[in-house]
C-alpha cells in the first residue's frame, strides 16, 4: 500500500520570463512537438514545491445547488520561486490569479480549475509558503454577463447550450457534458446584464436536474430522470466482502433537512402552484419549499413540478450522508476504482452498525467529492444523496424494483397511495408519485 502520487501543475507563460520557446533553425528550441513552445500559458509541473493539497467539489445538502468546486494548495516557497518581487524566479511575472490549475492521482484527473489568491507566508529562519485557493470555472462562469436576447422555446438541455453559445459566454465545444433535459423551457427575453452562472441555474432548478464542473473543467448538466451507470457498482462495505472497498467513517442522517410536506411553485410571470401533504404536516408540522420565476411553459408545469417535489420530500429520510476512505491504505485497484468516482455516480454503501444485527445496504447518488492530501496520507470524503428520484426500468435490478426502497414518479405528476404501482407501456419509463 502507498499512497496515490499526486501531481500538481499550474500554467504559465514561460516565454515571458524568458523561459523556454520554440525557435526557428535551433537544433534544440526549433524541434517539432518538442517541450518549447510558441508562447502563452503552458501547464507547468510544480508537484516538487507541493506540501499539502486539499480539493472540495459538490454539495453536502441534496436540494441545494452545486457550488463552485474549490482547491487549496500548499507550495514550499523558501527559494522565493512563487514570490511575485522575486525577479530570479523562474515565473517572475507569472505569480497572477486566473491561472489555469490541473491536479491529479495516479493519472487521474481529479480537479480543474483557476486560481483565486495567492498568499505568501514568512517565517524567521527562512521558512516561506506560497499558498494557492483556486475555483473551478464556475469562477467563470459567475464573472460573465450576457446580453439581452430572447430565447426560444427548447429543452432544459438546449437552453444551456444556448448560453454557453452567446459570444459573451463562448464556453469551449469540447468542454461540456449536457443532456438534453425533459423540461420544455418557455421562450423569454433575457435582461441585458444577466449573470451567466445564475441564469443557468435557473434553467438547472426548472428542469430540475444537476449542474457543475467536472473533474476534467466541463460544463456538465444532467437532467432528472438520467439513469446513473449501474454496471460495475462501486460497493462500500464493511463486512469484507469480495469486491467491495472498506471505508474507514461513516455519517447517517434521519431528519427534517430535506423534509418539506408544502411545496409552492411559481413559474416567470405565473400564479403559485401549491400541494400539500396533511397526513405529514399533522406529524411534522408544516415544512414549505417554495420555488420562484422558473422558466416553465404555463401553472399546469408548475403544478406538475410541485407534485414531483412533493413526493420526493414529504416524509423525512433514514441515508448514509457521506463516508471516508484513506486511499493510501489501499491497493492500486481500488485507488483506480475511488478516483474514477464522479458526481452523480451511484455508490452501493453496506454497514452494520456496531457489527450488531444485519448489515445494511442503500444506493446513494454523489453529491460531493473532498480530497485532504499530504506527504503519506491522502482521504476522500464522499457525501451522498437519495436515488429515490431516479426512473422505473422493467427487469432491471436496481431500478425495476416494485415496492421496494425507491419511490418512483408519473411522467404526467398525478398522485397516487403509497400502494399502488403504475407503468405506462407506451414510454420506455413510468413514474409513481407514492405520498
Not at 526549433?30 to 499539502?52: C, E, F, I, K, R
Not at 489568491?117 to 516561506?128: A, P, R, V
Not at 460531493?368 to 436515488?387: E, Q
Not at 400502494?419 to 414510454?427: H, K, N, S
Amino acid at each position: 500500500m502507498s499512497n496515490p502520487g499526486t501531481k500538481v501543475y499550474i500554467a504559465f507563460d514561460l516565454t515571458a520570463s524568458g523561459g523556454s520557446f520554440f525557435a526557428l533553425n535551433d537544433p534544440v528550441r526549433g524541434v517539432l512537438d518538442s517541450q518549447y513552445v510558441l508562447g502563452g500559458d503552458v501547464l507547468v509541473d510544480v508537484t516538487n514545491y507541493v506540501a499539502a493539497v486539499s480539493i472540495s467539489r459538490g454539495k453536502s445538502r441534496e436540494l441545494d445547488r452545486f457550488t463552485a468546486g474549490q482547491a487549496s494548495v500548499t507550495l514550499h516557497n523558501d527559494d522565493r520561486t512563487f514570490d511575485p518581487f522575486y525577479a530570479d524566479s523562474p515565473y517572475f511575472s507569472q505569480i497572477l490569479p486566473r491561472k489555469q490549475v490541473v491536479i491529479e492521482s495516479n493519472g487521474i484527473r481529479q480537479f480543474t480549475g483557476y486560481i483565486d489568491d495567492w498568499d505568501l507566508t514568512y517565517q524567521l529562519g527562512g521558512k516561506s509558503y506560497a499558498s494557492i485557493s483556486c475555483i473551478d470555472g464556475f469562477l467563470q462562469l459567475s464573472a460573465t454577463q450576457i446580453d439581452s436576447f430572447t430565447t426560444t422555446s427548447q429543452l432544459s438541455g438546449e437552453r444551456i447550450e444556448a448560453i454557453l453559445n452567446r459570444p459573451e459566454v463562448a464556453w469551449p465545444a469540447g468542454e461540456r457534458d449536457i443532456d438534453a433535459g425533459q423540461e420544455t423551457l418557455v421562450a423569454d427575453t433575457v435582461p441585458e446584464n444577466t449573470n451567466a452562472l445564475q441564469y443557468l441555474q435557473l434553467v438547472e432548478s426548472t428542469e430540475p436536474g444537476a449542474l457543475f464542473m467536472s473533474k476534467s473543467g466541463a460544463v456538465t448538466f444532467r437532467d432528472r430522470i438520467t439513469i446513473p451507470p449501474l454496471v460495475d457498482t462501486l460497493i462500500f462495505a464493511d463486512d469484507e466482502r469480495p469486491e467491495s472497498v472498506g471505508y474507514s467513517d461513516i455519517q447517517v442522517i434521519y431528519g427534517s433537512e430535506n423534509l418539506y410536506n408544502r411545496v409552492v411553485v411559481t413559474r416567470e410571470s405565473g400564479t403559485p402552484q401549491a400541494v400539500d401533504n396533511f397526513a405529514s404536516q399533522d406529524i411534522f408540522g408544516v415544512q414549505t419549499l417554495s420555488l420562484d420565476g422558473l422558466l416553465l411553459t404555463s401553472d399546469e408545469d408548475a403544478l406538475v413540478l410541485a407534485d414531483y417535489l412533493l413526493g420526493r420530500y414529504d416524509q423525512p429520510e433514514l441515508r448514509f450522508s457521506s463516508l471516508q476512505v484513506k486511499l493510501h491504505d489501499k491497493n492500486t485497484a481500488d485507488q483506480a476504482e475511488l478516483l474514477a468516482v464522479e458526481i452523480q455516480d451511484v455508490i452501493k454503501i453496506v454497514f452494520t452498525p456496531n457489527g450488531i444485527g444485519e448489515a445494511i445496504e442503500r444506493y446513494g447518488l454523489v453529491t460531493g467529492i473532498s480530497h485532504n492530501i499530504g506527504i503519506d496520507t491522502h482521504s476522500v470524503t464522499f457525501d451522498f444523496g437519495s436515488v429515490q428520484d431516479f426512473p422505473l426500468i422493467l427487469d432491471d435490478p436496481i431500478y425495476g424494483r416494485l415496492g421496494g426502497a425507491l419511490p418512483l414518479y408519473d411522467d404526467i405528476g398525478s398522485s397516487y397511495d403509497d400502494d399502488l404501482v403504475r407503468y405506462d407501456g407506451t414510454e420506455e419509463f413510468g413514474y409513481i408519485l407514492a405520498f
